[in-house]
């Protein structure tokens, strides 16, 4: 636990220590005095002055907690954070082996009455938000069971690092793209620092200031094929130092009725609230413009598309949509963006730019190489780029000499045939004297 998580707890853990000692003293007939029940008050205020902190409030806004589940949360976590919290909780649960407390001894311990006993069942209730947002498991309708807090718990109240798993339906992306690598107009990157904006200063403006929930934030990225948009991606969750997860709406989607909705429920559920970014890649196959209604089939993929729209819309947490096609998606739906960033093709500076960023720095390099004319000789993408100096260093690598300007040529010249079009030599500007006959 850092220093900040356990200095926020520490009156959490006194609070519970007191209550079961009340709690074993009522057992054995002994009245509990005047002095433990001032200091139960005392601590108690310190209790709510923790709960306003940034750690709890920002749980409280993203999960849509009440009192009593933060108190469920502060008891299921007590067993790991103090353990002989955990032997106490055993004392007092006579028959159980467990050192996580049950729903009936939390009731017992906070004193409640009847109605209080029901709005607990209310609260561990799998559409309420505790077991809705997988912050607690082991309740199953029994009273008597015990609750533990999950690492997603543990991590956002303890500070400790919760273990990762990819949920349903997306794959993680490796991120190795950073904020300082984006070669960009301007305007483009003033955008992605306003939408991380959206993120780090949600607790101000919702928690502070008393600003409505909305959901993500999500912003579609638009542009053509290798222009950066994934790759902004990336970099938006390495600023953010979160994993960076790729939707595959083919695991998602069936055939069957209504087992889309309930996978993608199941999906945005699992990662409500999660410090992850989902990303939704070439979306305009996903979220085009919803198309007129010929048979059935028709009528039930739209209201897929519609229950997808309304679920992002409530989601915790940043998504992120790209497109080839901006005039594809539905207008309806590009309202709901709070970022949308147009992605052009580079220009000659740009190219430049990436030229220099993607050969390899440690890569021996002839002397012949001049980036400025590697920008100006050949209109390509961001992504044909990188494509072309990779191949270029192994070229190198395999033929033992030095990324030089025919390496280049030859690499280029490749990454022009992939489209399947007649390739034309002079297209390749001035490392068109560079690249070998025959070739």
């Keep these: 636990m850092n220093a900040t998580a356990a200095n926020t707890m520490t009156c959490e853990w006194k609070r519970i220590d007191r209550l079961a000692s009340c709690l074993a003293e009522s057992r054995r007939g002994q009245p509990v005095d005047e002095e433990k029940i001032e200091e139960l008050i005392q601590i108690q205020q310190q209790v709510d ?32 954070a103090e353990p002989r919290l955990g032997w106490m909780f055993q004392t007092l649960q006579t028959g159980t082996s467990s050192a996580y407390p049950s729903a009936a001894l939390i009731c017992e311990m906070l004193g409640l009455e009847q109605s209080g006993i029901g709005v607990l069942h209310q609260r561990l209730d799998g559409r309420a938000p505790l077991l809705r947002h997988g912050l607690v498991e082991g309740a199953n309708g029994d009273i008597y069971a015990p609750l533990r807090a999950t690492s997603k718990t543990r991590s956002e109240l303890l500070g400790w690092k919760a273990s990762r798993t990819a949920p349903k339906g997306a794959i993680e992306i490796p991120v190795t793209g950073t904020m300082e690598d984006l070669v960009l107009p301007e305007n483009c990157l003033q955008t ?30 638009s542009g053509p094929s290798g222009t950066g948009k994934s790759y902004a991606a990336e970099a938006l969750a390495h600023a953010l130092g979160w994993p960076l997860y790729r939707v595959d709406l083919g695991l998602l989607v069936s055939k069957y009725i209504g087992e889309t909705e309930k996978n993608l429920n199941m999906l945005f559920d699992s990662t409500h609230g999660e410090p992850m970014v989902l990303l939704f890649d070439e979306a305009d196959a996903l979220f085009g413009k919803r198309g007129e209604i010929k048979e059935a089939r028709d009528r039930y993929a739209n209201m897929e598309v519609s229950h997808l729209l309304a679920r992002m819309e409530r989601h915790q947490g940043p998504c992120i949509l790209t497109t080839n096609l901006r005039d594809a998606i539905d207008s309806a739906f590009a309202r709901r963006f709070q970022a949308a960033v147009d992605f052009p093709r580079p220009d000659a500076e740009a190219r430049s730019r990436i030229w220099k960023q993607h050969i390899p720095p440690k890569a021996p390099l002839a002397l012949e190489v001049d980036f400025q004319m590697l920008g100006e000789s050949v209109v390509l993408t961001g992504g044909q780029i990188r ?22 040529a030859r690499a280029v010249w490749a990454e022009l045939g992939k489209g399947g079009g007649e390739r034309i030599r002079r297209s390749l500007g001035g490392l068109v004297n560079y690249l070998p006959e025959g070739v």
Aim: hydrophobic share 50%; aromatic share 10%.
């Design 49 to 80: 002055a923790a709960r306003d902190g940034t750690a709890w409030r920002g749980m409280i806004a993203r999960y849509g907690l009440e009192r009593l589940d933060t108190d469920i949360l502060a008891f299921t976590l007590a067993p790991d």
């Design 192 to 221: 992605l620092r306003e939408y991380l904006m959206w993120i780090h200063y949600r607790d101000v403006v919702v928690g502070q200031w008393g600003a409505k929930i909305c959901g993500g934030p999500v912003a579609l990225f």
């Design 387 to 408: 494509n072309a100096a990779l191949h270029a260093a192994y070229l190198a690598a395999g033929e033992g000499g030095e990324v030089d300007l025919a390496r280049i």
